[in-house]
């Protein structure tokens, strides 16, 4: 199992009732290697549910270098012929590896800090900056849309506007160049 396998599993388990039923539950999808970290454990730090989620977390964790997946995220570009909507996908896949979230008690100490998420945020700012057309970007600027779902929707229209510009192109080219040959066929005709 990696990080992020018993992360899902860790989070699955934790709206499921009971102390003794969400240890039931996830030692249930966590599989053998992750069980045997837990047996492997001292019982003082698997005795209850919390522990149990704390020690698989801080075991796997070492598995990903956060700086590296960020770094992998910040680097990431549109490919050539890649459309916004594959971009999109690789750059939201990445983005989970990232842990764009930060604790914080919004300016008011006696509240529990509470995580919030950027990772919205991190996309949208790459989805811009990553794309390779210029003329996407800057429409991009001009419209200022607040989500990466919208910055999508706006590249995808243009991705598709000139797409079907193109086609037009194409056919106009060949219209043209049948004409040119019914013109040469008229003049050779007439001599």
């Keep these: 199992h ?17 102390d003794d039923r969400k240890s039931a539950i996830l030692e249930s999808v966590i599989g053998s290697q992750a069980m ?3 047996k492997n454990a001292p ?5 209850t549910y919390t522990k149990v989620c704390d020690l698989l977390q801080k075991h796997y964790a ?19 012929d890649e459309d916004i909507d594959s971009y999109h996908t690789r750059l ?12 914080c008690n919004a300016g008011n ?33 001009r419209e200022k849309p607040k989500t990466h779902e919208k910055v999508c929707e706006l ?11 193109k086609k037009l192109e ?6 043209a160049s049948i004409s040119k040959k019914k013109k040469k066929k008229k003049k050779k005709k007439k001599k």
Excluded: W
């Excluded at 019982?43 to 005795?47: G, I, V």
């Excluded at 700086?67 to 995220?73: G, L, P, Q």
């Design 155 to 165: 590249v995808r229209n243009i991705e598709q506007a000139n797409q079907q510009l």
């Design 109 to 141: 100490a006696a509240e529990e800090p509470r995580l919030h998420d950027y990772q919205d945020e991190m996309i949208k700012d790459m989805l811009i900056c990553g794309l390779n057309d210029k003329n996407s970007r800057d429409a991009v600027f």
């Design 2 to 18: 990696n990080s992020s396998k018993i992360t899902e599993a860790v989070v699955s388990t934790q709206s499921t009732g009971t």
């Design 36 to 38: 045997t970290v837990i």
């Design 62 to 80: 070492h598995t990903q270098n956060i700086s590296v997946e960020r770094h992998i995220f910040s680097t990431m570009k549109q490919q050539e």
């Design 92 to 103: 939201r896949s990445q983005a989970q590896k990232c842990e764009f979230h930060i604790q």
């Design 43 to 47: 019982e003082s730090e698997t005795n």
């Design 170 to 175: 194409g056919s106009s080219k060949e219209v």
